[in-house]
């Protein structure tokens, strides 16, 4: 085991030329991953790495090494994780990706069933409006839309959500509820600036009959959070085009109305990201699947569409 650990930080340290970067990966110290790289080329008798102040170079026996071990690194640490259901308990540290609002709302009071249930898993939760690269910076899970698909990453999709149109009761006090799309567009909005492309996003909406139309808002604020979007709308700063998972429990106690209940906005699918290596860790595939039992058994998707 203390070999297997060298020849990871080695491993680690050469995919991203950095002693700290690997450290990151891995949960340790940049002097931990030096001392197992340094116990390794001990062990072989050749140094494996060029090192200088600002970055690490493989040696010609370390890019030989690095051909003949890296392949079957990441088998023999998942053959080990799986061992663990040989003993009935997923083991090690659970690593995962969540959006801000909707790992806060939806995932995160999960927590407590999900400790109980896996006792020997420690969840290392990171909550984050952005791209992740699962497998370059070491991350078992990720949930959340859009996140592009690099090669090793599978997706499993959960629900496939809906944007609405929504408002204050405050806000449209003094005015008449809209009959076409055209009736809002010079109602002050909040519109939202995608956090991965710094794009204002249109407002796209189709209807049951799969007609589409497009409304050019009035942005009277710009905000890149849909929970704050909401909250925004709370304070009648305007209307606006809200993911469905955001807006729900609003919706349901009054304090945000539905315009044009008619149309909605395409989100596209909510899906749970994964390694697609065939020895999965027993850890990652238990919460996997705990994930989709509970959007199962809760019928979030469902419950996350405009009908």
């Known amino acids: 085991m203390e070999t297997l650990a060298s020849i990871e930080s080695f491993v680690r340290s050469a995919e991203t030329s950095s002693f700290s970067a690997a450290a990151r990966l891995l949960g340790l110290t940049p002097a931990a991953i030096s001392k197992n790289v340094a116990t390794l080329e001990g062990k072989l008798g050749v140094r494996l790495f060029q090192r200088s102040t600002r970055r690490l170079t493989l040696t010609e026996a370390g890019e030989a090494f690095l051909l003949e071990v890296s392949g079957g690194l990441d088998t023999v640490q998942a053959a080990l994780a799986n061992a663990s259901r040989n003993r009935g308990q997923p083991s090690g540290t659970l690593k995962v990706s969540l959006a801000f609002a909707f790992g806060r709302q939806y995932i995160l009071p999960l927590l407590t069933d999900f400790m109980a249930k896996y006792p020997d898993i420690q969840p290392d939760w990171r909550f984050e409006n952005r791209q992740v690269d699962l497998i370059n910076e070491g991350i078992d899970v990720a949930i ?67 007609e589409q139309d497009m409304v050019e808002p009035k942005a009277r604020v710009i905000l890149n959070d849909p929970e704050a979007i909401c909250n925004a709308v709370l304070m009648d700063v305007g209307i606006a085009l809200v993911p469905m998972p955001h807006v729900r429990n609003y919706l349901q106690d009054g304090s945000l109305i539905r315009l044009l209940p008619k149309w909605y906005g395409d989100v596209g699918p909510l899906a749970i ?35």
């Open 144 to 210: 959340g839309g859009g996140i592009e698909l690099s090669p090793g990453v599978v997706a499993r999709e959960l629900a496939r959500p809906h944007m609405v149109l929504v408002a204050s009761p405050a806000f449209l006090a003094d005015k008449k509820m809209p009959k076409v799309l055209a009736d809002v567009s010079a109602w002050d909005a909040i519109v939202r600036r995608s956090s991965n492309t710094g794009r204002i996003q249109p407002w796209q909406l189709r209807n049951k009959n799969n």
């Open 273 to 307: 990201y994964f390694s697609s290596a065939k020895l999965l860790p027993a850890k990652t595939r238990v919460f996997v699947d705990f994930i989709v039992e509970h959007f199962r058994h809760e019928d979030l998707a469902k419950k996350f569409s405009a009908f």
